[in-house]
Structure formats: C-alpha cells, structure tokens
C-alpha cells in the first residue's frame, strides 16, 4: 500500500500566500503523477494542479497565475505554492499521488486525507 500525507494548511489573510505539501510512502516503484483536489461540502472534489513524472502540469483555470505545482522527485514529494488567495479558495485540499508497484503494473490512485485551508479575514 502507499500511504499519502498532506500538510500546510491553515487560516490565511485574502490575498496572502500559503503552501501545502504532500510526501507519499510505501510500495511504490514509480510515481506517475502527482496532483491537488480541493472540495467545498456539497459540491464535487475538483481539480487544482497536476503534474506529471515527464514534467508536464496541468491548472484549474481558476488558479492560473496565482499557484504553482513543483515535486521533489527524490523525496516523492509535491507542493502547491498557493499566492492571492481569495475568499472562494476556501476547501478541503487533497492530494492524488498516482504510482505503479512494478514494471508493467497497472497504475493505482492513492489520496490523502486531506487539509482545510480558510481564506478569511
């Protein structure tokens, strides 16, 4: 199994900055991506920010300009650098770590618990 653990969230001014960070562990023998989900109670998980082993990264339109995805691949760690933070920020974020347990395994989808970020003064 593999074990995925969120940190960093917290109380946040509107427009401040904050950064969340994502470690995984376990059997993992390549991760293929790594990614964040944020979800408000009553609506859907949605997509923040993905990024690839290959380097590629995706962003919900939403955050365009103000976040930013990076990995420390050695430590199979992701971070989401979060700046202008509005008020509609505000969720449960979740981190998505996707990994194969061996050559030519299929790949499985792991997520953490997740973490409450609050934009509010």
């Known amino acids: 199994q593999v074990q995925v653990v969120e940190s960093g969230g917290g109380l946040v001014q509107p427009g401040g900055p904050l950064r969340l960070s994502c470690v995984a562990s376990?059997?993992?023998?390549?991760?293929?991506?790594m990614g964040w989900y944020r979800q408000v109670p009553g609506n859907q998980r949605e997509l923040v920010a993905t990024?690839?082993?290959?380097?590629?990264?995706n962003y919900a339109d939403s955050v365009v300009g103000r976040f930013t995805i990076s990995r420390d691949n050695a430590k199979n760690t992701v971070y989401l650098h979060m700046t202008s933070l509005k008020p509609e920020d505000t969720a449960v974020y979740f981190c998505?770590?996707?990994?194969?347990?061996?050559?030519?395994?299929?790949?499985?989808?792991?997520w953490g618990q997740g973490t409450q970020v609050t934009v509010s003064s």
């Open positions: 990024s690839t082993t290959g380097g590629g990264s």
């Open positions: 376990g059997n993992i023998f390549v991760i293929t991506s």
């Open positions: 998505n770590v996707k990994v194969r347990h061996g050559y030519m395994t299929d790949e499985d989808s792991y």
